[in-house]
């Protein structure tokens, strides 16, 4: 996507989300699954509290203190 950006090419921006899109149903619909019947409840319970893509921010100072 930098690149495109970049370059001003609106093909490369094509092909960079068309790359996402595919890196995204490879994860939701191959790995993701395989993954849960893998490590079955604690997976599971990562997947809902864990986002897939985009991190939260930090609910309190670093370190804990």
Do not use: K, N
């Amino acid at each position: 996507v930098g690149y495109a950006l970049c370059a001003v090419s609106f093909a490369a921006l094509l092909v960079a989300f068309a790359m996402l899109a595919v890196a995204h149903l490879v994860a939701v619909f191959h790995e993701e699954p395989s993954l849960a019947r893998r490590f079955g409840e604690p997976y599971r319970e990562y997947r809902r509290t864990t986002p897939r893509w985009i991190p939260r921010p930090p609910r309190g100072p670093a370190g804990g203190s």
